[in-house]
C-alpha cells in the first residue's frame, strides 16, 4: 500500500477542484477514486445511479492483473478504473523495472487527444517531470505507459503530519513554479496539479506527474490555462504553509477555511508562517492583486511566479541541532603520584610535613576568619535588601497595573492557561493591523494626534480571540510594546469573530491600566464565552520612530488567559 500511494496515478481524485477548473470538472462527472477498493464502491454506485461511460465510447475490453501489453507491460495492480479508462501499476519485462500504465478503449471519446497530449508531453523531456515512456494504440486499445517512482512521496501524505517547514515550502514552490514556467514555454499545461500530482523524492526533489495527460483523461480544459496552473501553485504553497485548503470546501485530506471569512492570508491562518511566502501565496492565489499591505502586482503566469520568488529573499534552511558534548570526567589518579616512579620494595617512603593550621592557634584562627566572612555577607545582604525596598517603596504607582474591583474576590483562585485558537481585528472603532517585526508578531493600533484617550475620535480599538471552545476567563496578562503614561484596556465576551457592536451591549469581563509594558486583569464575574474582544481606550505617547512619526499608539505583543479549575 505504501508503494502504490507514492506511485498511483492521480487520475481519479477530483475532490478541492477550484473555481478556475470547476465548470470543466462538473462537464465530466467525476468521482473520487484513490484506491482499487474505492474504485469497485464507485463503478457500483455509479451503476444504481444510471452512470455510464462518456457518449460514444464502447465498454473497454476486461483487464485483469496478469495481461499483457504488446507482449511487454505485465499489468500488476489496478489503481483507478474510472469514467471508460483504467490505471494500473505494471511491470516492464524487457527493462525489469516497474511502470504505470492508462489503459482505455479506441474508440473512447478523448482517446485521441489523450495520445496527442502524451506524445506531446514525452517530447518536453524536463526531469522534473514524471517521464511519458510510450503512447500506443494497438488491438483497439490505446494506452500510455509512464515512469513509477517507488522511492517518491505524495505531498497529500507529507501534509497529512502537518504544514511544511518555511525552508521545505520555499523548496516546493520554487521548483513546482519553475517546472510549469517551462512545460509553459513549451505549449503544455497541467490543469490538475493538485496535492497528488507532486511527489517529492528522497533526494529532496519535487516532481510534477500527469502533465497534460490527467487533464485530457478527464476531459478538463480552460480557456486561461496559465492562470488556472498558477493558482494551483499558488494553493499548493497554501496547503504546505498552513495545512489548509484554501477554499471553503474539503479537499484532498485537507480541512478547508471557515465559512463566510474568505481567503485569508496563510500567516493569519496560523501562528509562525514566513511573512514572505504568506504575500507570494496570496499574490498566485487572488486574481485582482495581493496583500493590501504592499501592493504587490498579482501574478498570473508561471513566469510571473518564476520572477517573484526570484525577487523575495532566500529562505534558508534551519539550523541543525546539535548534541551537548559529554559532561568532562577527571581523571582518577591520586594527587601528587602523576609523573613519579614507583619505589622499589623495602625503601622507607618520607613523611610528608603535617599541612599548615594543624595546632590549636591555626584552628582557632580558622574558626575566626569563618565569623568574619559569614558576619560580612549577613551584613551586606541586609544592605542590599533594605536598597532594593526602598528604591521599590520610591517607585511607587510608576510602573503598576490597576486591574478591576473584583480581582481582589479572585485573587487566591489559580487559574489554568487557555490556548488561542485565532485572533483577528474587530472591525468596530480604531483600526488594529497584524504586521512582524524582528520576528515575531504584533498587533498594531493607528497613531492618534491627541490622548491618551482615543475619544472623541474613536470609541477604542479591538482584537478578537478565538479561544476554541468555551471557557470561564479568570485572569489575562497582556505584554504591550510601549510604557508610558498611560494604556488602558477592557476585557468583553464577544458573540463572533465580528462582533457587530458597540461594546457596551457586551458582557464585561474586567479591564485595567498601567503606565508600564504590561497589564494584568481579574474577571469581575464567571462568564462562559469563546469569543473575548481585548477593547483598548487609553494610548501612550510615543516618539518617532523608523517609518512612524511621533504620536499616541500602542502594539499588543502577546496575550496570555487563564482559566478557572474545577
Not at 13 to 19: A, F, I, K, R, W
Not at 473 to 491: F, M, P
Not at 500 to 522: C, H
Not at 560 to 565: A, D, E, M, P, V
Request: aromatic share 6%.
Amino acid at each position: 500500500m505504501a508503494e502504490r500511494s507514492t506511485a498511483a496515478v492521480d487520475v481519479a481524485d477530483t475532490s478541492g477542484d477550484q473555481p478556475l477548473t470547476a465548470k470543466a470538472e462538473q462537464a465530466t462527472a467525476d468521482g473520487v477514486a484513490q484506491t482499487r477498493e474505492r474504485d469497485t464502491a464507485d463503478d457500483s454506485a455509479a451503476k444504481k445511479k444510471g452512470r455510464s461511460t462518456p457518449p460514444g465510447a464502447t465498454t473497454p475490453p476486461e483487464l485483469h492483473s496478469g495481461h499483457k501489453l504488446a507482449r511487454r507491460y505485465r499489468l500488476e495492480e489496478c489503481v483507478t478504473r474510472l469514467d471508460g479508462f483504467s490505471s494500473w501499476r505494471a511491470v516492464d519485462e524487457k527493462l525489469r523495472r516497474a511502470v504505470g500504465v492508462h489503459v482505455l478503449p479506441a474508440d473512447h471519446p478523448r482517446a485521441r487527444s489523450v495520445l496527442a497530449a502524451a506524445r506531446s508531453a514525452a517530447l518536453l523531456g524536463d526531469p522534473r517531470f514524471v517521464q511519458v515512456l510510450d503512447a500506443v494504440e494497438e488491438n483497439d486499445l490505446v494506452y500510455v505507459v509512464h515512469e513509477w517512482l517507488p522511492d517518491a512521496t505524495e505531498l497529500t501524505t507529507l501534509l497529512a503530519s502537518g504544514p511544511l517547514e518555511a525552508h521545505d515550502a520555499y523548496q516546493l514552490v520554487h521548483q513546482v513554479a519553475q517546472a510549469m514556467a517551462a512545460a509553459h514555454r513549451e505549449g503544455l499545461s497541467h490543469l490538475r496539479l493538485t496535492p497528488g500530482a507532486v511527489l517529492r523524492t528522497s533526494s529532496g526533489q519535487y516532481r510534477i506527474r500527469g502533465l497534460a495527460v490527467n487533464a485530457a483523461l478527464r476531459g478538463i480544459s480552460s480557456e486561461t490555462p496559465q492562470r488556472t496552473d498558477t493558482e494551483a501553485v499558488g494553493a499548493l504553497l497554501y496547503a504546505a504553509l498552513t495545512q489548509r485548503w484554501p477554499y471553503e470546501n474539503d479537499a484532498h485530506g485537507l480541512s478547508g477555511l471557515p465559512k463566510d471569512v474568505g481567503l485569508i492570508p496563510p500567516d493569519q491562518v496560523r501562528a509562525g508562517v514566513h511573512r514572505g511566502l504568506s504575500e507570494l501565496c496570496m499574490r498566485a492565489l487572488v486574481n485582482d492583486g495581493a496583500t493590501a499591505s504592499r501592493q504587490e502586482p498579482a501574478c498570473a503566469t508561471p513566469d510571473d511566479l518564476v520572477k517573484a520568488i526570484g525577487e523575495m529573499p532566500r529562505v534558508r534552511p534551519p539550523e541543525p541541532a546539535f548534541a551537548a558534548p559529554p559532561e568532562y570526567q577527571r581523571p582518577s589518579f591520586q594527587q601528587g603520584s602523576y609523573g613519579r616512579t614507583a619505589q622499589p620494595p623495602g625503601v622507607t617512603q618520607p613523611v610528608p610535613p603535617p599541612p599548615p593550621l594543624q595546632s590549636r592557634t591555626g584552628k582557632a584562627l580558622k574558626w575566626a576568619v569563618s565569623a568574619l566572612l559569614i558576619a560580612a555577607l549577613g551584613l551586606g545582604s541586609w544592605q542590599l535588601a533594605d536598597a532594593l525596598m526602598d528604591r521599590d517603596g520610591k517607585s511607587g504607582d510608576s510602573g503598576t497595573t490597576r486591574t478591576s474591583e473584583g480581582g481582589d474576590k479572585n485573587k487566591s483562585r489559580p487559574g489554568k492557561p487557555i490556548q488561542v485558537a485565532n485572533a483577528l481585528a474587530s472591525g468596530i472603532g480604531g483600526a488594529f493591523k497584524k504586521s512582524y517585526e524582528n520576528g515575531s508578531s504584533l498587533w498594531r493600533t493607528s497613531t492618534y494626534q491627541d490622548g491618551p484617550r482615543l475619544a472623541p475620535y474613536q470609541p477604542g480599538a479591538g482584537i478578537v480571540y478565538d479561544l476554541g471552545s468555551t471557557k470561564e476567563i479568570s485572569d489575562a496578562e497582556i505584554e504591550l510594546l510601549y510604557s508610558g503614561d498611560r494604556t488602558s484596556i477592557e476585557l468583553y465576551a464577544s458573540d463572533s469573530m465580528a462582533p457587530k457592536g458597540p461594546v457596551d451591549s457586551m458582557k464585561k469581563l474586567g479591564k485595567g491600566s498601567t503606565t508600564g509594558s504590561t497589564v494584568k486583569l481579574r474577571a469581575d464575574a464567571k462568564v462562559k464565552t469563546r469569543y473575548v474582544l481585548l477593547w483598548v481606550t487609553e494610548v501612550p505617547r510615543v516618539a518617532a520612530e523608523q517609518y512612524r512619526e511621533p504620536g499616541f499608539r500602542q502594539a499588543i505583543k502577546n496575550v496570555r488567559f487563564k482559566g478557572f479549575k474545577g
